[in-house]
């Protein structure tokens, strides 16, 4: 079966940085695009970076480009969210999800991070 | 930018028919595809729809989507209504090389 396991999340202070972790199992890592996905508490998804197989390519929502940086380790099955200057506003459940041709088929269950004093 | 524009919830009776829509502003891509996905309180999203029309995995088939050349708009019909459908649902398509969501429709069943 396909389990996606985010770590890394937890309180931050404004300002600082913090680095999210996705497990990949199941499936043939190095052959698929992966995705964040983060949701605000109460709110709606929000897309906010993408990798494709290799690492070749790398995009990234406006609201989060410059800021963080998505990264994967083939050899571990492993995607990586960079995350620096966090404000208030990157307060959100981070999904790690797989990409199959266009449509996210599978998603993590989710690391919440918390941008607070 | 591309905008996703969902209604921000919708209800219906248990048995019944609701259609979900999601208008897609001006903007480029590379596809228009649209997908759907279904989200309950406290889990992560599930693929409903994908590429407009096709249904995921384990989805019945009084779950449609459908998409609208003219007016760009897809839509997400459940017929049959149960309260297992009761949900947060979200459209998603792309804006060149990123991807877009639509803000989510609460769909309540009565």
């Known amino acids: 079966d396909v389990q996606l396991v985010e770590s890394g999340g937890g309180l931050v202070q404004p300002g600082r940085s913090l680095r999210l972790s996705c497990a990949a199992s199941?499936?043939?890592?190095?052959?698929?695009?992966m995705h964040w996905v983060r949701q605000a508490p109460g709110k709606g998804l929000e897309w906010v970076s993408g990798i494709t197989s290799t690492g070749g390519v790398r995009g990234y929502a406006d609201s989060v480009k410059g800021r963080f940086t998505i990264s994967r380790d083939n050899t571990k099955n492993s995607l990586f969210l960079q995350m620096n200057s966090l404000g208030p506003e990157d307060t959100a459940f981070y999904y790690c999800?797989?990409?199959?041709?266009?449509?996210?088929?599978?998603w993590g269950q989710g690391a919440l991070v918390t941008v607070s004093s | 930018n591309v905008v996703l524009t969902q209604p921000h919830s919708v209800s219906e009776a248990p048995g019944k028919t609701v259609t979900i829509s999601c208008t897609r502003s001006s903007g480029s891509g590379v596809s228009n595809y649209v997908q759907w996905y279904k989200q309950r309180p406290a889990s992560a999203p599930t693929l409903v729809i994908y590429d407009d029309y096709k249904r995921a995995s384990g989805v019945p088939d009084r779950i449609s989507g459908s998409f609208d050349i003219s007016s760009t708009s897809a839509s997400l019909t459940i017929s049959g209504l149960r309260t297992e459908d009761e949900a947060d649902y979200y459209c998603?398509?792309?804006?060149?090389?990123?991807?877009?969501f639509g803000g989510g429709t609460k769909l309540t069943v009565l």
């Open positions: 998603q398509s792309y804006d060149g090389s990123n991807w877009v």
């Open positions: 199941g499936f043939t890592f190095d052959d698929f695009t």
């Open positions: 999800a797989k990409e199959r041709l266009g449509h996210i088929d599978y």
